[in-house]
């Protein structure tokens, strides 16, 4: 059975957990307990790079959570997540990317301030102004669909719509952007985000374990 390697405080395996989910996909969960686990030899082993997510599907090891979405897509296509249509797979990327490029490089500075690791006021600002650029770029796109590439949710809900909701925690309110805000809401009604959110004390409790990781990281 495919092995998910994972921590329920990752939004990086989060995403790999609700695509496993939404393509019903049976799997068998390994919690690497992100205390130092991560940075063991056993990991290490397994992703050089000691991050989490990871998957191992019939022998064949996938690091990097982008990575894994497009292999479960090839390899279990029958619900499908990626579309075909050139328009519709062109908003999925756009959303993915700026997700992990624009959203959670900004999440990481913003992370590290509301922890006490870094209180440059001018970068924060910088941070807050990229997220918000972000969500104005967001809100345009979706336009009047339910899901960014039209009726169905893909990868870019995958992705988006397990760091946008999140923005309420660094005081950036989704209110300004209704249309976001109601496609949040449509998403929080799925089983497979609820059955992956995070509940706040967990998150809670695994604050040292975050202060230790940025401290230690770029
Ligand atoms: N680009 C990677 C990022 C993975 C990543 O940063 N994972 C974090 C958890 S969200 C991690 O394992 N951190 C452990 C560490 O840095 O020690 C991906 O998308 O999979």
Same mark, same amino acid.
Do not use: C
């Given at each position: 059975?495919?092995?998910?390697y ?18 019903q996909?049976? *799997? ?10 991560? %940075?063991?030899? @056993?990991?290490t082993?397994?992703?050089?790079l000691?991050?989490?997510?990871v998957?191992?599907? @019939?022998?064949f090891?996938?690091?990097?959570s ?6 479960? @897509?090839?390899? !279990?296509?029958?619900?499908? %997540? ?17 997700a ?6 900004? #999440?990481?500075?913003? =992370?590290k301030k509301?922890?006490?690791?870094? #209180?440059?006021a ?9 997220? =918000?650029?972000?969500l @104005?770029? !967001?809100?345009?796109? %979706?336009?009047?669909?339910? !899901?960014?590439?039209g009726?169905?949710? #893909?990868l870019?809900?995958v992705?988006?719509g #397990? ?6 925690? *660094? ?5 300004p !952007?209704?249309?976001l ?15 992956? =959110?995070?509940a706040p004390?967990? /998150? ?8 230790? /990781?940025?401290e230690?990281? %770029?």
């Open positions: 059975m495919l092995k998910f994972y921590n329920p405080i990752s939004i990086n395996a989060r995403r790999v957990w609700i695509a496993l989910l939404e393509k996909i049976p *799997f068998e969960p390994v919690l690497v307990n992100l205390d130092g686990d991560q %940075l063991q030899p @056993e990991f082993a397994i992703n050089p000691q991050r989490i997510p998957i191992i599907d @019939e022998g090891k996938v690091v990097e982008l990575a894994i979405l497009d292999y479960l @897509e090839a390899k !279990y296509p029958t619900t499908k %997540l990626i579309p075909d249509h050139p328009e519709a797979l062109a908003v999925m990327r756009m959303v993915q990317l700026v992990v490029n624009e959203i959670q490089t900004a #999440t990481m500075i913003l =992370t509301l922890i006490g690791l870094d #209180t440059d001018e970068k924060i600002a910088i941070a807050r102004k990229q997220v =918000t650029n972000a @104005e770029f !967001y809100e345009q796109l %979706l336009d009047q669909h339910p !899901y960014f590439a009726e169905e949710i #893909t870019a809900e992705v988006a #397990t760091i946008v909701p999140s923005l309420p925690m *660094f005081r950036l309110a989704l209110a !952007y209704p249309r805000n109601a496609w949040a809401k449509r998403l929080a009604g799925r089983a497979s985000w609820q059955q992956t =959110t995070p004390e967990v /998150i809670q409790a695994a604050l040292p374990n975050v202060k230790k /990781i940025l230690r990281r %770029l």
